[in-house]
């Protein structure tokens, strides 16, 4: 019986057990690596032009904690989390089975991927999935990006702060009539490409150009970046049935990163405070194991007091078998 079980290698997930294991917390990690995407940097012919993708600093410490700190991490696949009698149960798919007083889902997000010749081979040479995390590359550069979600839009507009060119590539221009989007259209180095779609991504080494189309006509822009948002897909299938979560399957979280089941918490781009900087999901993870930490005092005192809670407040710490 564990007090804490941290789902996720990422960065919030690490946070959260840095935390849980400051407060001598019986606690363990569930995930297939350490580390999630910090280890994602553009990989230039040059080996001197790599760039390190901004927060990695921060997170490279934890990384090599959790290094030294192995024997709380269990490198498996999480397929469900229940409810128990007074537990949760948190089913993986090898190792049965565990039970804990409380749960942080730290899974993160995955992209939507673009399925045209060169994108696969061209990820992380140019290709990218986040705006905000690479943004700090495109500074004199021409970049594009692909789709038109809430998310791009913004991203869209951080890139025109430093790009000498960018090239918005909508398929549709339902999304483009909200204020950031009329904004957009005003910036004499934006340039919004409604109906097109992307036919290539041309590149040997990096980024060269994207062969766009548009009823028939192609088009070729010379481009060094390309940055795609098709949408998120967060990594929240297992509690979907469980807590609450929004449209898109992202966890509902209040201000302690607690969701609508009490003992369950969330972190990072898993849920709807997501931010996609490992700064942000840092903080986001201390502040779910706090939340967590704080509930498992609460059971702590009730034990010792004798008290009885009913199912759905609070749960005594008790084995579920």
């Known amino acids: 019986m564990y007090d804490m079980i941290v789902i996720g290698g990422g960065p919030a997930a690490l946070s959260a057990m840095y935390y849980a294991h400051s407060k001598r917390l019986k606690v363990v990690m569930l995930c297939e690596s350490v580390g999630g995407k910090v280890d994602w940097v553009q990989r230039h012919a040059a080996v001197d032009d790599q760039l390190p993708v901004p927060g990695t600093e921060l997170v490279r410490p934890l990384i090599n904690w959790m290094s030294r700190q192995m024997n709380y991490v269990i490198k498996d696949r999480v397929h469900s989390v229940t409810e128990g009698p007074n537990c949760f149960e948190v089913a993986t798919d090898d190792h049965g089975i565990l039970n804990s007083a409380t749960v942080i889902v730290a899974t993160g997000a995955s992209p939507q991927y673009l399925h045209v010749p060169g994108a696969a081979s061209l990820l992380d040479h140019g290709l990218h999935y986040s705006i905000a995390t690479h943004a700090f590359r495109t500074s004199g550069k021409s970049v594009a990006v692909v789709g038109v979600t809430p998310r791009s839009l913004r991203g869209t507009a951080e890139l025109a702060r430093t790009a000498d060119q960018v090239y918005l590539i909508a398929e549709s221009a339902t999304m483009l009539a909200n204020p950031i989007g ?75 990163n607690a969701t609508s089941i009490p003992g369950i918490y969330a972190a990072g781009d898993v849920t709807t405070s997501m931010g996609e900087q490992m700064a942000i999901a840092l903080g986001d993870g201390a502040r779910a194991a706090q939340g967590a930490y704080d509930y498992v005092l609460a059971l702590d005192l009730a034990t010792r007091v004798g008290h009885s809670y009913a199912k759905g407040e609070t749960r005594r710490r008790v084995n579920c078998d």
Do not use: K
């Not at 009823?215 to 979907?240: T, W």
């Open 182 to 256: 009329r904004g957009l259209r005003q910036q004499p180095h934006v340039e919004v490409l409604e109906n097109y779609t992307v036919n290539e991504v041309i590149g040997l080494h990096n980024v060269e150009a994207l062969i766009i189309e548009s009823l028939g006509q192609a088009r070729s822009l010379n481009v060094q970046q390309v940055f795609v948002d098709l949408g998120l897909v967060p990594n929240s299938a297992f509690v979907h049935s469980l807590v609450a979560t929004d449209a898109g399957g992202f966890i509902r979280v209040d201000q302690h």
